[in-house]
Antibody, heavy 121, light 106 residues
Framework: QLQLQESGPGLVKPSETLSLTCSVSGDSINTNSYYWAWIRQPPGRGLEWIGSVFRSGNTYNSPSLQSRVTISIDTSSNHFSLRLRSVTAADTAFYYC?????????????WGQGALVTVSS | EIVLAQSPDTLSLSPGERATLSCRASQTVTYLAWYQQKPGQAPRLLIYDTSTRATGIPARFSGSGSETDFTLTISSLEPEDFAVYYCQQRTNWRVTFGPGTKVDIK
């Protein structure tokens, strides 16, 4: 059974960099079949896709966050990561990692449980 | 960016009733999916490619539509179906979600 688990600091100061890792178990992320994605949700609000990464390291990101986001993948450790620079209070959210197919898009079919990151001094 | 609008914001129904949720896109979309989210949980994929049920999703959930107008129907609400539902699209390597429809108990 595939499982995804987010980890990282729960509190980040304004202007600093938010860093999260998604550890994947139950299958290898070194696959040509899937992309690995980050999605966030401010408390009590809707979902926002941040970006997706392929095994090769190729990414595609939300245009609104593109300038501040880096998503990377480490196939040897079976995890992928998110870095979001210059954070503000507006970046406070639950951050989810998820998976979607390469090629025909068939939705985000597996999700982590989510990690709350609060931006505050 | 393609904007998704969902209606209604809230749908108040009783168990056993039929729920019809709408998702309208600002442009024609390529792929359309639906998710269910309960408090404290990650979203769960219900429908992908407009009308295909994801693995393990009961037959009372169905999706339909095309181009800019899409519908999620729950034929007969079960107690566990009261939740928030999101539509989501991917077109030209861009992904956006709708704001959600809350289905609550009348």
């Amino acid at each position: 059974q595939l499982q995804l688990q987010e980890s990282g600091p729960g509190l980040v100061k304004p202007s600093e960099t938010l860093s999260l890792t998604c550890s994947v178990s139950g299958d290898s992320i070194n696959t040509n079949s899937y992309y690995w994605a980050w999605i966030r949700q401010p408390p009590g609000r809707g979902l926002e896709w941040i970006g997706s990464v392929f095994r090769s390291g190729n990414t595609y990101n939300s245009p609104s966050l593109q300038s501040r986001v880096t998503i990377s993948i480490d196939t040897s450790s079976n995890h992928f990561s998110l870095r979001l620079r210059s954070v503000t209070a507006a970046d406070t959210a639950f951050y989810y990692c998820a998976r979607h197919r390469f090629g025909d898009f068939r939705g985000f079919d597996y999700w982590g449980q989510g990690a709350l990151v609060t931006v505050s001094s | 960016e393609i904007v998704l609008a969902q209606s209604p914001d809230t749908l108040s129904l009783s168990p056993g009733e039929r729920a019809t949720l709408s998702c309208r896109a600002s442009q024609t979309v390529t792929y359309l999916a639906w998710y269910q989210q309960k408090p404290g949980q990650a979203p769960r994929l219900l429908i992908y490619d407009t009308s295909t049920r994801a693995t393990g999703i009961p037959a009372r959930f169905s999706g339909s539509g095309s181009e800019t107008d899409f519908t999620l129907t729950i034929s007969s609400l079960e107690p566990e179906d009261f939740a928030v539902y999101y539509c989501q699209q991917r077109t030209n390597w861009r992904v956006t979600f709708g704001p959600g429809t809350k289905v609550d108990i009348k």
